[in-house]
């Protein structure tokens, strides 16, 4: 019985001793104090995701994540659904934007990505209607939208210089 005990009573006795460094870590983090930089998760639910607001460069509201596309083998997030174009909801178009195009920030109040585009050059995107998706196994239609998106990364100035605006 003593040696079923001690078997039984070690593996105990880690964990314990495991949870017990765990605390007295988890004691020893500061707080922050006002002005502090905060740390923002990595990960996020994609439930959480959805619906966060999508700002331009310049603070303009362009409009708000509706879904996600997953490529199912990585895991890997590959295009967010931008909704955007229209009044209160209504006549709103789907726009394919790739995920590494957008910067996960946020500000004093709100949590929101950033896309380094302009209002008028996502209105000349490829979108879509809500109700009618477009064929995501179709390499041309993922060709297309990463085109668009690696184009409007590269603008070229009036001196015909060439500025890259991808990270």
């Not at 209002?119 to 060709?143: I, Q, R, T, V, Y």
Request: aromatic share 10%.
């Amino acid at each position: 019985m003593n040696r079923f005990l001690k078997k039984a009573a070690g593996p105990f006795l880690g964990c314990a001793v495991v949870a017990w460094g765990s605390l007295a870590i988890a004691a020893d983090v500061p707080t922050a104090k006002v002005g502090d930089k905060i740390l923002v998760a990595k990960s996020y639910q994609v439930s959480k995701l959805s619906g966060l607001n999508v700002r331009n460069d310049q603070g303009e509201k362009l409009g708000k994540i509706e879904d996600m596309v997953v490529d199912v083998e990585s895991g890997k997030v590959l295009y967010a659904a931008l909704s955007f174009g229209g009044v209160l909801g209504l006549g709103d178009k789907l726009f394919a934007i790739p995920y590494e195009d957008l910067k996960f920030d946020h500000g004093k109040d709100e949590t929101f990505f950033v896309l380094n585009v302009s209002k008028d050059k996502l209105k000349a995107a490829p979108g879509f209607d809500k109700s009618d998706w477009p064929n995501m196994a179709d390499p041309h239609w993922a060709e297309q939208i990463d085109d668009y998106y690696r184009k409007a990364r590269t603008t070229t100035t009036t001196t015909g210089a060439t500025i890259n605006n991808s990270k």
